[in-house]
């Protein structure tokens, strides 16, 4: 790593992260060290920034873009060396602390200010100190003073977010309280009670407090609950009480969070700050770090399954790296569309989480056992309360259907991260590239209501209500919202059946008292044929591939071909198959492909969504029952299945016809 050349990545140039066997700890160390190793040239001469490719902006200055750039690879960097392992680029990173909390050095990070994006990197570097002796012993007397003084005691009087980020505050302290620094107990006590104001029960924190519904990665993987864990760890001699409660929360949180990762190891993508990537499986090596027992069903087997597995999906993503082979802003390949306004370049690093794991010791069960899976000892379909969400293992992917949650604050594409009806771990979610047209909306999952003709679209962000209700001993989940002041709109989700695994039905009551246009959408997928690379062709029987009807142009949407009835449907089928039906009496709802605007989705760079659409006139109260049908490729999965049950329609289930009748 101390070498300064550049990694280059031509044209079908492979990056060494896909080229290492995950097979056991040495292994997941190597892995580790192929995603550092590309950060060497892109190091500050004094060595306290990282300034990774990419010259785009953030809500903060380019100072704290650098600081995340050399501070959150220490996720990975103080697990791998905590954890008895040796990377020969580590003096870089000591002595970038040096520099960096110099206020005598040209690169000295800056003392933070209120609610500053420094307190975040705080986090990794206190873990650090806390963890990896190496850090810490390596400075001055004056050195580790520029420490204390930079690190915790420049923030313990300054405000923060209301949210995860008092969780950052508590390890910069941490970090200094384990190495007899200067620090305060008395802030780190009071962030740690407010912290636990925002615990909602079954093992679920919410990610800030009452009246707001946040509950994606932060409440897991990227924050709480994996910090929940390190305190556990770090403090549990001191802090006994507290600690098992976090280790008890854990125990029940894993028997819900088991369910966002597939046999493929892909996880669901939920939420924002999914440009994390691997960070989502961080959770699991964090519970074999903190020595939790595990809750029955779960071995440690299928624990060290889902983090294999999970790592080596992100394998065969090839283009989530730059050309100079570090980590982009996207998902499986880079995509501003997506991202977050604090989404830096040096953002993603925050994915080294995921190396967790190698923070245990070579002993435990975690690397001596066998790898498992779990899906055929949890429950196939499995309602979490917290959360507001109904997760499935059926039809070949895990999906989750969820109601209620929103983010607190104005973010990009708050709609498509929250407000979707449905998120799968093989399809991903789609963000609006723009806002003119179905095209740009790009609504996969979604319901859109437009009062213009189609130029605007508004989808659920806000519930005025949502929750999870019993039909019959089915789980549903029911909600109400207003895209306009004047249009009502109640949702029920019924998750996939076990006879009909690959539908999910998604009910609509509409009135409305103005003329609205609809579009409901099914999963975006994969819109690419594989004779040439140019988009679906009509469905081919032959090839097992294209769709029906026709996916029309952006600008030829009279285009009778690319038409056809509710009843009948729409589907696209490539990387699986996906598509739509109305199953509802009336025969208004017209089926069709929209050609969505590349880069909207978060996995296919470009994609296709088929989509219902209708007209509800000024006054009227209509229903829609359509049926959602999912079916992704895999091992074992042929192509000629993957049309298996598109005729296999589900049921309506006679409670909600005698809903629709009342």
């Not at 785009?56 to 959150?72: N, P």
């Not at 929250?418 to 319901?447: D, T």
């Not at 009551?509 to 003329?515: Q, V």
């Not at 990387?575 to 739509?580: F, L, N, R, S």
Request: hydrophobic fraction near 35%; aromatic fraction near 12%.
């Amino acid at each position: 790593m101390t070498s300064t050349k550049t990694l280059c990545l031509g044209y079908d140039g492979v990056h060494p992260f896909s080229k290492v066997e995950i097979k056991d700890r040495s292994s997941v160390q190597e892995l580790l060290r192929t995603v550092l190793d590309p950060l060497g040239p892109f190091f500050s001469p004094e060595k306290a920034r990282v300034k990774c490719p990419g010259a785009t902006a953030v809500r903060f200055d380019q100072t704290a873009s650098e600081v995340e750039g050399i501070c959150r690879p220490l996720w990975g960097l103080a697990a791998l060396l905590a954890g008895g392992g040796d990377y020969d680029g580590k003096e870089w990173w000591i002595q970038g602390i040096k520099s960096g909390t110099d206020p005598e050095s040209p690169e000295y990070w800056g003392y933070p200010q209120d609610n500053d994006q420094r307190m975040v990197e705080m986090c990794p570097l206190g873990w650090a100190l806390a963890v990896a002796p190496d850090f810490w012993s390596s400075l001055s007397n004056k050195e580790k003073g520029n420490v204390e003084a930079w690190l915790g005691n420049s923030i313990n009087e300054k405000n923060m977010p209301n949210t995860n980020w008092l969780w950052f505050r508590v390890f910069a302290n941490l970090g200094l309280k384990k190495n007899g620094g200067k620090f305060s107990q008395e802030r780190l006590d009071s962030d740690i009670e407010h912290l636990e104001t925002f615990y909602r029960g079954g093992g679920w924190s919410n990610d800030g407090p009452e009246g707001i519904h946040q509950m994606d990665y932060y409440s897991s993987s990227f924050a709480i609950q994996l910090l929940q864990l390190l305190y556990a760890k770090l403090a549990g001699d001191e802090d006994p009480k507290r600690a098992e409660e976090f280790k008890r929360r854990a125990q029940q949180v894993a028997l819900d969070l088991i369910h966002y990762f597939d046999d493929e190891g892909r996880a669901i993508p939920y939420g924002r700050s999914v440009g994390y990537r691997f960070a989502m499986v961080s959770f699991w090596g964090a519970l074999a770090h903190a020595d939790v027992d595990l809750p029955v069903p779960l071995t440690w087997g299928m624990v060290k399954g889902v983090v294999f597995r999970h790592l080596r999906w992100w394998q065969t993503q090839n283009d989530i790296w730059t050309s100079s082979g570090t980590l982009s802003i996207g998902y499986s390949y880079p995509n501003m569309y997506m991202a977050e306004n604090y989404n830096s370049p040096g953002s993603p690093y925050w994915a080294c989480l995921a190396f967790m794991c190698l923070a245990t010791p070579e002993d435990h069960p975690f690397w001596t056992s066998e790898e498992e899976s779990a899906s055929g000892v949890i429950p196939r379909v499995k309602a979490l309360n917290q959360p507001g969400h109904i997760m499935s293992y059926l039809g070949g992917h895990c999906m989750l259907l969820s109601s209620g949650q929103a983010c607190s604050y104005p973010m990009k594409g708050t709609h498509a991260k929250y407000g979707g009806f449905a998120y799968s771990s093989a399809y991903g979610y789609s963000v609006p590239p723009g806002l003119f047209s179905l095209e740009q909306y790009a609504l996969a999952s979604q319901l859109g209501l437009s009062d213009d003709g189609g130029e605007y679209w508004k989808t659920r962000r806000l519930c005025e209500y949502a929750g999870i209700e019993d039909r019959e001993g089915t789980p549903v989940l029911v909600s109400v919202w207003k895209p306009f002041p004047d249009v009502t709109i109640r949702t029920i989700l019924v998750p996939p059946m076990e006879k009909t695994p690959n539908w999910h039905l998604r009910v609509h009551h509409i009135k409305s008292a103005r003329e609205v246009m609809t579009a409901d959408g099914s999963f975006a997928i994969c819109n690419v044929n594989t004779t040439n690379g140019r988009y679906l062709g009509p469905y081919d029987k032959e090839k097992h591939e294209g769709t029906s009807p026709k996916i029309i142009g952006n600008y030829d949407l009279n285009t009778p071909d690319g038409w056809t009835s509710g009843r009948l449907g729409a589907f696209a089928v490539s990387k699986g198959a996906v598509g739509i039906k109305a199953l509802e009496p009336t025969q208004g709802r017209q089926a069709m492909l929209v050609n969505a605007d590349p880069n909207s989705n978060l996995i296919e760079s470009r994609s296709t969504i088929p989509t219902l659409q209708h007209t509800i006139k000024a006054g009227e109260s209509v229903w829609y029952v359509s049926a959602i049908y999912a079916k992704p490729s895999g091992v074992g999965v042929s192509q000629e299945s993957y049309l298996d049950g598109w005729d296999k329609i589900p049921d309506v289930p006679s409670w909600l016809e005698k809903e629709m009748g009342a």
